[in-house]
């Protein structure tokens, strides 16, 4: 049904910290159910989150098991800011679009915050500031620009010349674009979290189980699992991260290869804030600090997904990272305490695919996430969620297949 990937190697940061297991069982009989999730990551694990609180029976499965593909691999910078910046959007997808990509994303990550305080779920979140750097992709003039932008959509942006960026933050660069609304937060403990509410209100989780087979009619989807029984649903949700499914097409979707450290804890020497940090670079480095003070890098991105060349490249890319994040903070020790490479996602414009697969109505997908992931999970389950309700969203057009 789909190509499978080996989606990360090394050890992530994540496995440091002791996150709640989740409970499955074995598939031994054919079953019903009004909505089967394929994948229990991020983002199945807030599809299941949200079609259980609006009242849906709700099955998950999974080849491997809950958080043991990509999720663990990200480095949960969890931002409102698209890969592509509102100044290049723009000219893609025209401004109205553009600004509207941009509010929602903002609005998802608002939405986010407000979803792990209701359910009580102990991810350590944490508001953010985002400070975006001077690049080769991005000069000063255009991240002037590109705050201007912003403010005109009602997203609040500063503009910081070389001196004030050097005197509040110690970073010597030619100037960045500084925003508020972001959060950090351990993705581990917030995927199980949402498992764990999904299972109170009586989901049922199989796993290990692979979809092998889909057929969908007008009524219903049945899907047959590898060497195992049938699982008839009234609807999909295809949640299965960076594996391409056949049947969702490929067009603007493409998987490529990223790496990323982790040093030991360092609350000292860490940068006020300690904001988001990414550059508007091709390839960039983007950072985040961890609650205990470690510093979490990434970057060094290949357009490949040959995963023995990438995990070959661990030790030279991860060096590369740790040496670029020490130009950028000498006062840090960048020794690394954990590297990892991964696979994910990206696409032409930076937006994901969410919605019906093309001529399977009763299918939806959601991929193609980019830099961020976890908000575009929560934006996909919000219309997912509206979808399966019989309900319009405003913006779905913004990610649908056909777009």
């Known amino acids: 049904m789909s190509r499978k990937l080996d989606l990360r190697t090394g050890r992530p940061v994540w496995f440091a910290y002791r996150t709640p297991k989740i409970p499955t069982g074995a598939l031994t009989r054919d079953i019903k159910t009004d909505v089967l999730i394929v994948g229990m990551g991020i983002s199945g694990a807030m599809m299941a989150e949200a079609l259980t609180a ?15 593909g990509s999720t663990p691999a990200t ?5 409102f800011e698209i890969d592509q910046p509102l100044i290049k959007l723009s000219k893609m997808i025209g401004r109205t679009n553009a600004e509207q990509a941009w509010r929602r994303s903002r609005m998802a990550v608002q939405n986010l915050g407000y979803r792990i305080d209701n359910l009580g779920i102990d991810c350590r979140p944490a508001p953010r500031q985002s400070i975006y750097l001077a690049g080769n992709v991005l000069g000063p003039g255009e991240l002037r620009e590109e705050a201007g932008l912003r ?15 050097s005197e509040k933050f110690g970073i010597d660069r030619d100037g960045a674009v500084v925003c508020d609304g972001n959060i950090a937060l351990d993705p ?20 290990p189980v692979e979809a092998e087979k889909i057929e969908d009619s007008k009524d219903e989807v049945v899907i047959q699992t590898k060497g195992g029984p049938t699982i008839t649903a009234k609807h999909l949700v295809l949640a299965t991260g960076y594996e391409l499914t056949d049947m ?49 890098c990434g970057g060094e991105d290949e357009e490949f997904t040959d995963e023995t060349l990438r995990d070959e490249l661990i030790a030279d890319k991860t060096a590369r990272i740790a040496e670029k994040l020490g130009k950028l903070m000498p006062q840090l020790d960048t020794t690394p305490d954990f590297t990892w490479a991964g696979s994910f996602g990206t696409t032409t414009t930076g937006l994901p695919y969410i919605g019906a697969v093309p001529q399977h109505p009763r299918i939806q997908a959601v991929m193609g996430y980019g830099g961020n992931g976890i908000t575009f999970s929560q934006i996909a389950s919000e219309l997912v969620s509206a979808s399966l309700g019989g309900l319009d969203d405003a913006d779905a057009g913004l990610f649908a297949f056909n777009r």
């Open 248 to 296: 969702v097409p490929r067009a603007a979707h493409q998987v490529i290869s990223t790496w990323a450290i982790a040093t030991k804890p360092q609350s000292d020497k860490l940068w006020p804030g300690p904001a988001f940090i990414w550059e508007a670079s091709d390839p960039y480095l983007y950072m985040r600090a961890t609650s205990d003070g470690r510093v979490i």
């Open 75 to 79: 480095t949960a910078l969890v931002q």
């Open 151 to 165: 403010s005109q959509a009602g997203i609040r942006a500063d503009y910081l010349s070389p001196k004030p960026l």
């Open 188 to 207: 581990r403990k917030l995927t199980a979290g949402l498992l764990n509410k999904a299972l109170e209100r009586k989901a049922r989780f199989f796993a």
């Open 54 to 68: 609006s009242g849906h029976d709700v099955v998950c499965i999974d080849r491997r098991g809950p958080m043991q």
